[in-house]
């Protein structure tokens, strides 16, 4: 028998590391096939010899191919439809390939405490169950920095700043990704703050005081990513669930990974801050690499742009997109040494909190088939204009709306619709008026629990009244009492309870439906001064869909397929 040493326990720790990995990819991708069988979205030809190459790559090292005798596809070329992802980890996870290549960045990433999961600023968390929402944090640190670099050292630039702030969502169903901006000079309240010591990655113990007008890269700068995740859930209200930072050496190796990245720039580029030209002859297939791409993304004071920031983030947000198109397709995903490369540039520089493998390459797998039109960039609405303290300030209500329609789900500009599946063209086929159509939308009334509140309805008692009536029905009345007038009378729900709420809205002629993530699994009622006190069987009402949140037409908005100039 084989004495039972130290060498041969780690071996065997490894093996039952490999094959726990090689089970956990067998058993995903059996799910996956059974999903698009599901779906009836077979693979074409190309999409299954793609897939046939990934599950090669994929497989642990030694283990033989069991379809040998199988007769090969003729190759036909690369697919281009799958695009899963927001940033470079999620260029790993949704490949569909390489629990190996995970192992390797799991083990590898960095580990920072970063997450605020209990913040009373998280709004409505029920709603947000399922979703995932990254902090993507691009710090322009200068430790490590070499003189050829041309950014300077830690001595002349300590520290480290939020050069780029974005939020990846990733909703429940995985039917899109939004990935929001916020320009590093918004101006914020930032909080009160442990101290971020940039060269170790860890908190030094010490309380920074909170500021009341300051910029939102300040927040990383002293408090770390722990800092910048309070600010950033305080204005979005959504609950960061994953933290990855990278530095500028991370990002200028991985584009140099995939032999750069080409992006249609339709004026050549000169920043007056570093003096010199980013792009002379402009194009629309500009190849760009190494310190030039990293210029590209970092200038901001191009000559013929006042917007400093917001030309900025427009060019991040295009050649992001053009990053990730390349690195999901054949030209790296076929490519063992430009894959191998991009991830070991990643995770050189890559920090993170609950960033695992297991869940990261479940995440990717759920992504697989993602089309880029499904992958929306977007800039946080500001007035436009710098203050008097040079700091953007933000359109809370604006901002609140955004949020707020990401959390619903809401069809945002810009964005590809979602594809529809034979249900949805049935139901909308139905005529408006449709009983069967009513009845698909309904839920049983003995259900469902309903607030009723008068509004400013100037006849008394009538919140009682139609309480009273509701209940007739079947209705559950956990709440009779007044509310601040609205102009017209509106059923109020939260994400989640559609169905619950045409059903109250089919029992009140005229009523308006309105969604409101902050409600949770609350139905609320409230009588405004039109209400004529009319209360029908549920079903018997027309019912008008909901009102999506109201977006400012400016809002700041590049489509993940759009190929368009920067």
């Known amino acids: 028998m084989e004495p039972i040493g130290e060498a041969t326990q780690k071996r065997r720790r490894v093996d039952e590391t490999l094959a726990r990995f090689s089970k956990v990819h067998d058993e995903l991708k059996a799910e996956e096939r059974a999903k698009r069988a599901k779906r009836r979205l077979p693979w074409n030809a190309e999409d299954a010899e793609l897939e046939e190459q990934l599950e090669e790559l994929a497989k642990p090292p030694g283990a033989e191919s069991q379809d040998e005798d199988k007769p090969k596809p003729k190759k036909r070329g690369l697919f281009s439809r799958v695009f899963a992802g927001t940033t470079a980890i999620l260029v790993f996870v949704g490949t569909g390939v390489g629990w190996g290549f995970l192992k390797h960045t799991g083990d590898s990433i960095d580990k920072v405490r970063a997450l605020d999961p209990d913040s009373a ?30 950014v300077g050292d830690a001595n002349e630039v ?15 169903d995985r039917s899109r990704v939004v990935i929001v901006s916020f320009p590093r000079d918004l101006e914020i309240a930032r909080p009160d703050c442990e101290r971020f010591d940039a060269r170790t990655n860890e908190y030094t113990g010490e309380t920074v005081e909170g500021q009341q007008f300051a910029k939102l890269n300040t927040a990383y700068e002293v408090g770390g990513p722990l800092c910048a995740t309070k600010v950033v859930q305080e204005i979005s209200g959504l609950r960061i669930t994953r933290f990855i930072g990278i530095d500028f050496h991370g990002f200028k190796d991985m584009v140099d990974a995939v032999d750069g990245v080409s992006v249609c720039v339709e004026e050549p580029m000169y920043d007056t801050f570093m003096k010199k030209w980013i792009v002379k002859q402009a194009g629309k297939a500009v190849e760009l690499r190494g310190d030039q791409a990293l210029d590209f993304v970092r200038a901001r004071h191009v000559r013929g742009d006042p917007t400093s920031d917001y030309g900025r983030i427009k060019r991040q947000q295009r050649f992001l997109s053009s990053l990730l198109r390349k690195s999901m397709s054949g030209q790296v995903l076929l490519d063992p040494g430009k894959l191998t490369g991009f991830t070991e540039a990643f995770t050189k520089s890559t920090f993170g909190d609950n960033i695992t493998v297991e869940a990261l390459f479940g995440l990717g797998q759920s992504l697989q088939g993602l089309e880029a039109g499904r992958v929306t960039f ?30 619903n789900n809401q069809p945002l500009p810009g964005e590809k619709p979602a594809p529809r599946s034979d249900t949805d063209e049935e139901q909308r086929a139905l005529p408006q008026s449709s009983p069967l159509r009513a009845r698909q939308q309904q839920a049983d009334p003995k259900t469902l629990k309903v607030q009723v509140l008068n509004g400013g309805n100037p006849t008394g008692g009538m919140a009682r009244d139609t309480a009273a009536k509701l209940a007739e029905h079947g209705y559950q009345i956990v709440m009779v009492n007044s509310a601040p007038k609205v102009p017209r009378t509106v059923i109020y729900f939260g994400t989640g309870n559609e169905a619950a709420a045409r059903t109250l809205a089919s029992s009140i002629p005229g009523v308006e439906l309105k969604a409101d993530a902050s409600m949770g699994a609350a139905l609320v009622l409230v009588l405004g001064p039109d209400f004529d006190g009319e209360v029908v069987p549920p079903g018997t009402a027309e019912v008008a869909e909901p ?20």
Request: proline share 6%; net charge negative; with cysteine.
């Open 378 to 407: 977007l800039t946080v609405p500001t007035v436009g204009m710098p203050n008097d303290r040079g700091n953007e300030e933000l359109r809370v209500e604006d901002t609140s709306a955004l949020f707020r329609a990401i959390v």
């Open 121 to 150: 600023s998280i709004q409505n968390a029920e709603a947000q169950t399922g979703d995932e929402n990254f902090l993507l944090i691009g710090s322009d640190t200068r430790e490590g920095a070499k003189a050829n670099d041309g």
């Open 158 to 172: 300590p520290g480290a700043r939020a050069d780029t702030t974005m939020i990846a969502h990733v909703p429940k």
């Open 547 to 566: 009102k999506p949140e109201k977006l400012p037409e400016d809002l700041s908005a590049i489509n993940g397929g759009d190929v368009a100039c920067a």
